[in-house]
């Protein structure tokens, strides 16, 4: 069984179609990856997943229970919406850590503010703390839990955010163009990171421009253009051997670049 299953995903902006009837599904500890110019709906498909965006039809499934369905989005209330995110982490492109709070405290936020609200006593509370130092040892951080992100470099401030994503143990990490805002000599620790959670079979969905990073890291491409899938499959094949003539051409721009 799949451990998320997209089914015929629908979003239009004014009479824009930016994702028309898109489905499909990952397997449990598999990574995804989205590649595809600007423009074709790569971002808006991660925001719906992560229900920043509410999708016009379509459902969502999260290990074979039905997560959402856009015909009844009008039923759900906004804390069903939140609680419909936990399923979802996502990290930003532009990292979108809080900057008056250090590493630790903009990884510990939402664990802590959620334990409060349920009352949680002062040794759990110091167990999510715990955590949190354990998160950002785990990206490479453990010397810079105190510093503000005024204080992190590029590659810093996205490991800090991938240890926030991870905070609060989504079922699926999803990743927005995890290096486009970094300089090329600060991409390769994220990307680093990036790889050790795949070894540790984290289920994953990475949209990215970096297509040698794609066709080493995932176990399945989908190539996305005028907001539809025009092929998926093993990078191998998608990425090494397309069949759609539209693919063939992207990739072709991308050697070219």
């Not at 994702?19 to 995804?32: A, E, I, M, Q, Y």
């Not at 486009?180 to 990307?191: I, K």
């Amino acid at each position: 069984m799949a451990l998320l299953e997209v089914k015929n995903l629908n979003k239009t902006f004014g009479k824009t179609a930016v994702l028309k009837n898109v489905s499909f599904s990952l397997p449990n500890g598999r990574c995804l990856a989205v590649i595809g110019s600007s423009g074709s709906g790569k971002t808006t498909l991660l925001r719906c997943l992560n229900f920043l965006e509410t999708p016009d039809e379509g459902t969502v499934y999260v290990n074979g229970k039905l997560l959402y369905d856009a015909a009844r989005q009008k039923a759900y209330s906004e804390n069903k919406v939140r609680a419909m995110r936990t399923h979802f982490g996502l990290v930003f492109q532009n990292f979108n850590l809080f900057r008056q709070y250090t590493a630790l405290q903009n990884v510990t936020l939402a664990p802590l503010l959620a334990a409060k609200g349920d009352k949680a006593s002062k040794e759990e509370l110091e167990a999510i703390r715990e955590k949190g130092r354990a998160l950002l040892k785990r990206v490479g951080l453990e010397n810079k839990m105190g510093n503000y992100p005024h204080q992190l470099s590029g590659g810093q401030q996205q490991r800090v955010a991938i240890a926030r994503a991870l905070a609060l143990e989504p079922a699926i990490l999803c990743f927005d163009e995890p290096t486009s805002a970094l300089d090329p000599e600060l991409t390769g620790e994220v990307l680093k990171v990036i790889r050790s959670l795949r070894d540790q079979e984290t289920t994953m969905i990475i949209v990215t421009h970096e297509i040698r990073f794609a066709r080493d890291i995932a176990d399945y491409v989908i190539f996305m253009d005028e907001g539809v899938i025009v092929e998926e499959g093993p990078p191998e094949q998608v990425i090494d051997a397309p069949s759609n003539p539209r693919t063939v051409r992207f990739l072709e721009r991308y050697a070219e670049t």
